[in-house]
């Protein structure tokens, strides 16, 4: 059985190495299983940035919203041995 720990965080922006950083080090703190990020600010969000800042890169499923002109951005990233995913509205 798995604790469920969830982490939503308006980011502000991660484009910026530090950034990335920040938000790895506290997904690692809190024990996240599933972590909600809003103002991304990327157009793209692929497995690099996703390994750079998720406690479980290696195992990670994630979905992304796209930013527009670098403002927004929505990113789900969770544990799949915790949650299954079913389909996507944003």
């Not at 530090?18 to 990327?42: H, Y």
């Amino acid at each position: 059985m798995y604790s469920c720990c969830s982490l939503t965080w308006n980011v502000r922006g991660l484009g910026k190495p530090e950034k990335k950083v920040d938000v790895r080090s506290v997904t690692l703190t809190s024990k996240a299983r599933i972590v909600f990020l809003q103002e991304t600010k990327l157009e793209l969000l692929d497995a690099r940035v996703i390994r750079k800042i998720s406690d479980s890169a290696n195992n990670a499923s994630w979905v992304y919203s796209p930013s527009s002109r670098a403002v927004g951005g929505l990113c789900s990233i969770w544990d799949p041995d915790v949650f299954v995913f079913q389909s996507t509205v944003i």
